[in-house]
């Protein structure tokens, strides 16, 4: 028998157990003769390299073609101001209303609008900007639609796009659907639709739809004027056929409607904030926290301010100021006004109510965040609605400013309404559409003319432990290090890296992750 078993093994002096990192030595034979726990080497975890450049402590860094280490650097030559290119008409119809959103995905836009030449459908078309064409224009569910209650949301895991509308042909009842683009032909197909809610006849709203990307749901609020009702509640997509799930509605206010509402994600609490103009009862606008558990949704104590009219609003979190920019139109005055929200926990508290233009006199105003330039775009129409324009600006505590205008068209006797914005990822581009007497138009606005970046999505090794001139040896702390030379950090947070080496809890353009914080000083580095 040559079986090796227990009775043919001769005890040793090692005690029999789990070892830490485990030290031990072993005789010719392969019997293990020693063992005790060890300890991991200063050099694990970290690599050794050429600094490319100068690098400072703590700085997220790349490896280079010839093996070489480099600080994640950006240099931005900004456009001050945005230029505009020619614009391009894309539906020559009858427009009341466009809603447009960025599918990051197949890099094109979906552009779904009212249409009332055609029997008052609600219309979708795909947008391409780095060619600047688009495909033919598709029935949303070929029936009629409420022309303002149109509203977007792009699924990052489904990689489709949800839209939420009320259908007039079917009791003025607030419907969605999944929309999948095709970009080899600009084409869109689309799932069936969805009942979200049935409020009853009368005008809805515009809704307000929005995706939480680490929960990867969307949130969904509607209005009906004729009942005095609102509700939101929670959306799953599922893209194996292009069908969703609902969560049990919540009643926000079931004595008033909202005119006007918008919604966006706070990225540091994981929350939604959700933001709305309460037309009777004082005719106060309204910020609200809410929180998803599972399928639901609860929300925490509202913040209100007093304010004479909001005919539409819109919304945007600012990640440089981890803030969140509301605007509207205040039509009884003419000003184009906004207010800066906080959000901590489920709770938020509101800056001022302030104007930043006067004489503004457009049916509603968009906003959206330009991420090389680190800036809110803002877009509506002039006084006279004949003129669309649009501007860069920034919070500064708890006030929305901006610079100077530029111009999308250059008719001033037209009749321009119904803006939408959205940012193109792949051109680095913002994307303006409106209705000019009634007809689609599409316009590119440049932010930037140079932009020169060494991070990718490959690229990104690790960070600096210590500060390195060029030409020096460089230690870098790969993943499974921590590093402690950070700031301002939230325990139990994902960062990642953006391309001017800074850390946020939010992806840049592309998404890059550096590791999770285990301190306010101290990030748990990740592959």
Not at 230 to 251: C, E, I, Q, W, Y
Not at 466 to 491: F, H, K, P, R
Not at 495 to 509: A, I, K, N, R
Request: charged share 15%; hydrophobic share 35%; net charge negative.
């Amino acid at each position: 028998d040559d079986a090796v078993t227990a009775d043919k093994l001769a005890n040793t002096a090692v005690t029999a157990g789990s070892y830490t990192v485990a030290d031990i030595t072993v005789d010719a034979q392969g019997r293990i003769t020693s063992a005790a726990n060890g300890t991991i080497p200063a050099s694990a975890g970290v690599i050794t390299a050429t600094a490319s450049g100068a690098i400072a402590n703590g700085d997220p860094c790349i490896i280079k073609s010839d093996g070489s280490v480099a600080a994640v650097a950006r240099s931005v030559t900004a456009t001050s101001p945005m230029t505009a290119g020619t614009q391009l008409e894309i539906n020559d119809g009858s427009i009341t209303r466009c809603a447009i959103c960025y599918d990051k995905k197949a890099e094109r836009h979906v552009l779904v609008y009212y249409d009332n030449i055609e029997t008052f459908k609600g219309r979708i078309q795909v947008y391409d900007a780095a060619t600047n064409t688009y495909g033919s224009h598709v029935a949303l569910a070929s029936q009629g639609i409420q022309p303002y209650a149109i509203a977007l949301s792009y699924d990052e895991e489904a990689e489709r796009v949800l839209i939420v509308y009320t259908n007039t042909s079917n009791s003025s009842r607030t419907e969605c659907i999944v929309a999948q683009v095709h970009p080899g032909d600009n084409s869109v197909t689309m799932g069936s639709r969805t009942t979200l809610e049935n409020l009853g006849d009368g005008v809805t709203e515009t809704p307000a739809v929005v995706y939480h990307p680490i929960l990867k749901k969307h949130v969904v609020g509607v209005t009906q004027n004729s009942t005095d009702q609102s509700k939101v509640r929670v959306v799953k997509v599922d893209p194996t056929n292009n069908s969703v799930s609902l969560g049990t509605a919540v009643v926000i206010e079931s004595s008033y409607y909202w005119s006007g509402s918008s919604m966006s994600y706070d990225p540091v609490s994981e929350n939604i904030l959700l933001t709305y103009y309460r037309t009777s009862g004082g005719n106060t606008f309204v910020a609200k926290v809410g929180t998803i558990d599972g399928m639901s949704i609860s929300f925490g104590t509202e913040q209100t301010i007093s304010e004479s009219t909001i005919q539409r609003q819109a919304q945007v979190y600012d990640p440089v100021t981890d803030k969140h920019l509301i605007v509207w139109n205040n039509s009884s005055s003419s000003v184009l006004k906004a207010v800066v929200a906080t959000v901590s926990g489920t709770s938020v508290s509101l800056g001022s109510i302030h104007t930043w233009q006067s004489s503004y006199n457009g049916n509603n105003v968009e906003v959206v965040y330009e991420p090389v330039i680190k800036k809110i775009i803002a877009f509506s129409v002039d006084d006279n609605n004949t003129t669309p324009r649009a501007w860069q600006g920034t919070i500064s505590g708890t006030t929305f400013s901006v610079g100077s205008f530029v111009e999308t068209n250059s008719s001033t006797a037209a009749t321009v309404r119904n803006n939408g914005l959205s940012y193109d990822i792949a051109t680095g581009k913002v994307v303006a559409v409106y209705d000019e007497s009634n007809d689609l138009h599409v316009n590119l606005l440049t932010t930037v003319s140079s932009d020169t970046k060494n991070l990718t999505v490959d690229n990104y090794i690790g960070i600096a432990d210590a500060a390195y001139a060029n030409g020096a040896t460089a230690t870098i702390q790969i993943a499974g290090s921590v590093d402690d030379a950070q700031s301002g950090l939230t325990a139990g947070k994902r960062y990642y890296v953006h391309h001017d080496g800074s850390l946020h809890v939010t992806p840049d353009e592309i998404e890059v992750s550096a590791g999770i914080a285990a301190s306010a000083t101290k990030l748990i580095i990740k592959g």
